[in-house]
């Protein structure tokens, strides 16, 4: 028993540590290393030969690769990586606390989009009062947020409408694919991996990457942006193992409370550790908005109170377990493992 108590923390910390720390890492990462596409790319690869490696000498299991089922994910890895490649830009542009609080605004956006187009009930009284009071923490550190750049809030705008269609749409196709979350997790990135080079070119950052390389000539390699981007690399691989990990031997509950405890973690640490932050006011706000997510991942925990746990219960009567499952680790947005890469 003591064992298997030693083991739950050592997941839960691990995620706890990975999940607070890796959006710090990813925008010190840009800030040394400034070639976005470059830099997901290097993670998606490291994630891909991570889960195959470990599928390898058995540590996990992992749907093996087809192109049948490959052209059918295809649509839903076009929206994740397009999630990651905005995420990115707003973290070159922005600094972490306008990301978090961007991130924060999801919840708001999938329950519009779940009782416009999904057909579902209007939120609970609770779960209204806590989308407002994200949405006034949101907009209250937007207006005195003095570092406001068109070029970041563009970027912004664009992530969270990528990631909205991610959680709304994205995953009931996913999900019907039957890939079990390694599967998901090599899917999704391998995918990625490939579309990458479009984007490349679509952006001209190649042309960046070849000019920086004549530039320096010999002596092109820097050891500091070597370590933040391979920091960025093993982070955002070990972010998925123990998240997924942690998740499935701690409750619903208490990893939703881990989540939104990362959060904060990352507000304070991002504070102590460089200038790269919201001012005293904004960090109020941020925090406003914080607790509004709280009281968001109360209100849609409560029992059959959200459409999500009423649209699962359903789907486990018809027997349809895998896409239940997959609702409700969707729901909170803010515990998601992969925040990593969102």
Known sequence: MAQQAYGTSSLVIGYALCSSLLAIINKYAITKFSYPGLLTSLQYLTSVAGVWTLGKIGLLHHDPFNLRTAKKFAPAALVFYLAIFTNTHLLKHANVDTFIVFRSLTPLLVAIADTAFRKQPCPSKLTFLSLVIILG????????????????????????????????????????LGLNTW????????????????????????LSVFRAIESR???????????????????????????????????ATAFTVTGVVNKFLTVAINVM????????????????????????????????????????????????????QFDEEKKGSISSPKDSLV
């Open 217 to 251: 000539a010999g002596s092109w390699f820097e050891l500091d942006a070597f370590v933040a981007v391979s920091l960025s690399c093993v982070f955002g691989l070990l972010i998925s193992f123990f998240g997924f990990a942690a998740r499935k031997a701690i409750s």
């Open 273 to 324: 550790i460089w200038d790269k932050h919201a001012s005293s006011f904004g960090l109020v706000c941020l925090l406003f908005t914080l607790a509004g997510g709280v009281l968001y991942q109360q209100s849609v925990t409560t029992k059959g109170n959200s459409p999500v746990q009423r649209e699962a219960a359903a789907k486990q009567g018809k027997g349809d377990d895998d896409e239940a």
């Open 137 to 176: 923490g949101a907009a209250g550190y937007v207006m005195t947020d003095s570092a406001f750049t068109l070029t970041a809030y563009s970027w912004a705008a664009a992530y969270l409408v990528t990631i909205t269609t991610e959680m709304v749409y994205i995953k009931h196709m996913v999900t019907h």
């Open 183 to 206: 599967g998901f997790v090599l899917y999704n990135n391998l995918l990625s991996l490939i579309i990458a080079p479009v984007f490349w070119f679509l952006t001209g950052e190649h």
